[in-house]
């Protein structure tokens, strides 16, 4: 893996020689930075690691800002609030799974309303 991160490094080096202020650019996408760790660390995405290891679930990340926001997961905050019954979530995606119930609930009473004014 390492050797991948040299070639396409190499690669990048050639084309920015000049200037003071270098930029280094991935030659896979437009992504370029003042840093060659960001550029690096940038990279990962393309090539698949994930350097970035949850140490509680062992899930991977490849951005240790991903980790970060995951391991509210594991710290017991719930930072996203049902807004209808003030349920507390982790994740914004649970909450939207949950909002889901509502509206499922809201359609079946919707649809007993209606079978009553059949009957
Ligand atoms: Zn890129
Ligand atoms: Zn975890
Ligand atoms: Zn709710």
Redo the contacts with the bound molecule.
């Keep these: 893996m390492k050797k991948i991160l040299e070639h396409i490094l190499s690669v990048r080096d050639d084309s920015c020689e000049s200037g003071v202020n270098k930029r280094y650019q991935c030659s896979i996408c437009v992504f370029s930075s003042l840093k060659l760790s960001n550029v690096k660390r940038h990279i990962l995405t393309h090539t698949g690691v994930q350097p970035f290891r949850?140490l509680?679930?062992e899930?991977r990340f490849t951005q240790k800002t991903s980790l970060i926001s995951?391991?509210v997961?594991?710290s017991g905050e719930r930072p996203f609030i049902c807004s209808v019954c003030d349920k507390a979530f982790t994740q914004k995606g649970t909450l939207n799974r949950h909002m889901l119930a509502h509206c499922g609930n809201l359609e079946i009473s919707k649809k007993k309303t209606k079978r009553e004014h059949i009957y």
Excluded: G, N, P, S
């Design positions: 949850c509680i679930c899930r995951h391991m997961v594991h």
